[in-house]
């Protein structure tokens, strides 16, 4: 799934950026996460939302020691606007973790 390749993109840009940045809360790298989780879940058609809360649970274990790693790291001091406005996971990754 696309999901895993924009965490591992996330992770390094969060790592690599330095403008207008604050460490990483848990909050904020679950934020991240969870806005994924919700993207890609929409890009690959899932709608139904008992099918959805399945999958945002499921995905949400499989990528906990992703949140534990990202905690602390650099991220934009808007990244909550940013998460909202992004209409699809590449955009996080390429406008929102710049």
Not at 19 to 27: D, G, V
Not at 28 to 44: A, G, M
Not at 80 to 89: D, G, M, P, Q, Y
Request: proline fraction near 2%; charged fraction near 30%.
């Amino acid at each position: 799934m696309r999901l895993v390749l924009c965490l591992a993109l996330v992770v390094a840009l969060i790592a690599g950026s330095s403008c207008h940045r604050h460490p990483a809360s848990e909050a904020d790298c679950k934020q991240v996460l969870d806005r994924l989780i919700e993207l890609e879940l929409s890009e690959s058609g899932y709608r139904d939302a008992v099918v959805r809360a399945r999958w945002q649970r499921e995905l949400g274990h499989r990528f906990a020691p992703d949140l534990k790693r990202c905690c602390g790291l650099g991220v934009r001091n808007d990244l909550h606007a940013c998460l909202v406005e992004a209409k699809s996971s590449e955009e996080i990754t390429h406008r929102c973790l710049e």
